[in-house]
């Protein structure tokens, strides 16, 4: 497989019907999965044979996208259940359905555990929203027991505020990934045809 | 849902492991049953083989008393009598 045909088949993966702004859906771009997929196992060999875990898993790329990886089982949680339904349908198209569970649940009290966590938070930019990305990133040191994938904003401010929220959690921090989200116009205040975002993907290592 | 689930997944009220699974109806996996928490005795439905794992106040009341309705002579008792945070009395 090369990094482009995991590209192709996660570009099979229908986005979510109707993204709600105040949960901040937005479909992760497929070659952005792909780049984080591919580093995760073809780089660090995280993903094969492994309980992978997708924390607002959407529609459910990232988690589909770790099956075709050679995950051994994948869990995806949210908390819309017009996105797991979408998820599983997903599922079913790529023939993964036998290595992936759905849960509906609030990200603050899920109590899982699993071997990696991979996820795309919502970047807490809605004022709704504000801080949830230290929550995810929080409860994704909690789930996993060796190690978190997670995409945030970029900017050296983030950096050393989840540096440090990181560390005092019990993680470190061995890889940084610069990467660009570009979100299509999906919600009515988008008035640009496209924004890109600069955001940083995180390989946390987890000491348990 | 797989039964593997039951392996990894502890209450999201009381974090108590592991929990009970009573299956209604299983096909390739389970389409439709009952996750129940001996510890806090809360009951967590699996629709559509997706089990729903939701704090109380974020459970939609009236879907639950539907689910309770609908599984009620394949529910266990425990459930139906001290069930949280529903239970048969709420069907009155």
Not at chain 1, 60 to 86: E, H, K
Not at chain 1, 156 to 161: C, E, H
Not at chain 2, 83 to 91: M, V
Request: glycine share 6%; charged share 30%; aromatic share 8%.
């Amino acid at each position: 497989m090369t990094r482009k045909s995991l590209e192709v088949m996660l570009e099979r993966i229908e986005p979510h019907p109707s993204p709600r702004v105040d949960l901040e859906q937005y479909t992760i771009p497929s070659y952005l999965a792909a780049t984080i997929l591919w580093i995760a196992e073809f780089k660090h060999g995280d993903l094969s044979g492994r309980t992978v875990c997708d924390l607002g898993c959407g529609s459910g790329r990232l988690a589909i996208g770790s099956v075709i990886m050679g995950a051994r089982r994948v869990i995806g949680v949210d908390i819309d259940p017009v996105a797991l339904n979408t998820a599983r349908s997903n599922a079913r198209r790529l023939g993964v359905e036998g290595y992936v569970d759905w849960i509906l649940a609030d990200v603050r009290n899920i109590e899982i555990s699993a071997d990696v966590v991979i996820q795309n938070p919502p970047f807490g930019v809605q004022p709704s929203l504000r801080g949830i990305d230290s929550v995810f990133l929080v409860k994704a040191l909690k789930i996993a027991r060796d190690v978190v994938y997670s995409l945030h904003k970029a900017g050296r401010n983030n950096r050393a505020f989840l540096g440090k929220l990181i560390r005092e959690n019990g993680g470190e921090v061995t890889e940084i990934v610069e990467m660009e989200f570009d979100i299509p116009p999906i919600y009515e205040f988008h008035l640009k045809k496209h924004y890109v975002i600069k955001v940083d993907l995180y390989r946390v290592k987890v000491g348990k | 849902m797989k039964r593997w689930l039951m392996e990894i997944l502890a209450c999201p009220i009381c974090k108590y492991h592991p929990l009970e699974l009573h299956v209604f109806v299983e096909e390739e996996e389970i389409e439709e049953g009952v996750i129940y928490c001996p510890k806090c005795y809360r009951w967590y439905p699996i629709i559509e083989a997706i089990p729903h794992m939701l704090p109380d106040e974020l459970r939609d009341r009236k879907e639950d008393l539907e689910f309770l309705k609908r599984w009620k002579d394949k529910m266990p008792s425990e459930i139906l009598e001290r069930g949280k945070p529903f239970n048969a009395k709420d069907l009155r």
